[in-house]
């Protein structure tokens, strides 16, 4: 890994376009996916804490390389979910989604979560995001069948922080 990985935790104007190219170069996101990501990124920016959205920030210098979404589960007590994390398509396999996701884990902690849920897809283009989850000690909570379309369940996985 880089020493010039660096992080931040404010979102700013131009990351709604730099989250649109995280997203586009990962190549696990449907076009439909991504104005839903550049709603949170927009709302974030525009009503600050208030929005319910939390943002961790990877940067290659001035690159913005990688990002999480992450936010507290409405009528839970201290339950977060993790909306988005995504890392360029150039970074990958860098180490950058493991700084990303355990200074979510960490973040979030501070805030009194105990507990962070994530979901994705069963299709085999997420194979190694399913890994990924795991190696970091999620455990796979629930598969609701047919969730995203026929033949692409919703798993859902879970870590108590």
């Known amino acids: ?3 010039n990985f660096t992080l931040r935790f404010e979102p700013l104007a131009d990351d709604v376009q730099t989250v649109k190219e995280i997203i586009h170069s990962s190549g696990f996101f449907q076009e439909h ?10 709302e974030a920016i525009e009503k600050g804490l208030e929005s ?7 940067m290659d210098g001035d690159r913005t390389i990688s990002y999480a979404c992450y936010g507290s589960i409405a009528c839970t007590k201290n339950s977060y979910d993790l909306y ?9 396999g860098k180490g950058v989604g493991s700084l ?6 960490k973040k979030i902690k501070s805030m ?9 897809s069963s299709k085999p283009l997420y194979k190694p995001t399913q890994y990924f989850y795991e190696k970091h ?14 033949n692409d369940d919703k798993i859902i996985y879970s870590k108590y922080l």
């Open 137 to 150: 000690g999620y455990f796979k909570e629930a598969v609701l069948k047919d969730f995203y379309d026929i």
């Open 52 to 58: 319910g959205y939390f943002f961790v920030f990877a």
């Open 1 to 3: 890994m880089s020493d």
């Open 33 to 42: 996916e991504i104005p839903v990501a550049l709603e949170l990124v927009e």
């Open 100 to 105: 990303i996701l355990k200074e979510t884990e």
């Open 112 to 120: 009194g979560g105990r507990i962070l849920y994530i979901e994705t």
């Open 84 to 92: 988005w994390i995504a890392t360029h398509d150039d970074y990958r």
